[in-house]
């Protein structure tokens, strides 16, 4: 079992759909848990930075992270043609930047118009 | 915010030549540095991890001689693909790590496009 999996899509949604992409872990020791968004031939932008469990919202994304179930959710309103991307979902042991992130292999997600 | 600087966004080369990547931190130290390979429709494979200042831990199956790692100062690190082959044709991502807790710990260049030819 990988200690991260998450289904690799592809997603396509009408513009204006609410989104959900998902990731599950095995690993309890995870604690901080992120979203980066990724479009074509580019690096990974962090999209949502969350510790332990719980929601958190930003504009129209929300990420929610449930520990007992070992399960991260990450929500998009409204969704927009411009949120057509790969979407990863990482995590870590400690929220300090010197430890490694463990990835899931990204959702494709594509908005239609 | 955060800014990472990775550069050149692409290159090509020639097979058995050698090509440099660099990665710069704009606006934080970056104690630690992650160099990544990501292939098509693939998630991102950690290679290395570097701290300033000492030798780059490679993941297992990870060629040290080949991709040669630098992080001589808190705000770059180098990796150099030594003899290139068409093989190691791919796209490679940094990011850089601060000293302590926050987002800051988790930005990435914008990657770079390597062909060889």
């Known amino acids: 079992q990988k200690e991260v999996e998450q289904d690799p899509g592809p997603l396509s949604v009408p513009e204006g759909a609410i989104v959900s992409l998902n990731c599950t872990y095995s690993n309890s020791a995870f604690q901080y848990f992120m979203w980066y968004r990724q479009y074509s031939r580019k690096g990974p932008e962090l999209l949502m930075y969350?510790?332990?469990?719980g929601n958190k919202e930003d504009g129209r994304f929300t990420a929610q992270v449930d520990k007992s179930s070992k399960y991260i959710s990450l929500f998009i309103r409204d969704s927009q043609p411009s949120d057509s991307a790969t979407y990863l979902c990482a995590m870590s042991r400690s929220g300090a930047g010197s430890y490694q992130l463990t990835f899931g292999k990204g959702t494709k997600l594509s908005v239609i118009p | 915010g955060a800014v990472v600087s990775q550069h050149p966004s692409w290159v090509i080369c020639k097979s058995g030549t050698s090509v440099k990547i660099e990665c710069r931190s704009l606006?934080?130290?970056?104690?630690?540095m992650f160099w990544y390979r990501q292939f098509p429709k693939q998630s991102l494979m950690l290679m290395a991890t570097?701290?300033?200042?000492?030798?780059?831990?490679?993941e297992q199956g990870v060629e040290k001689d080949k991709f040669l790692i630098n992080h001589a100062s808190l705000t770059l690190s180098t990796l150099t693909v030594t003899s290139a082959h068409p093989e190691d044709s791919s796209f490679y991502i940094c990011?850089?790590?601060?000293?302590?807790?926050?987002?800051?710990?988790?930005?990435f260049g914008s990657g770079t496009r390597l062909t060889v030819v």
């Open positions: 606006d934080f130290q970056a104690t630690t």
């Open positions: 990011s850089a790590g601060g000293s302590g807790e926050g987002v800051y710990g988790y930005t």
């Open positions: 570097s701290n300033e200042g000492s030798k780059a831990t490679y």
């Open positions: 969350t510790y332990s469990s």
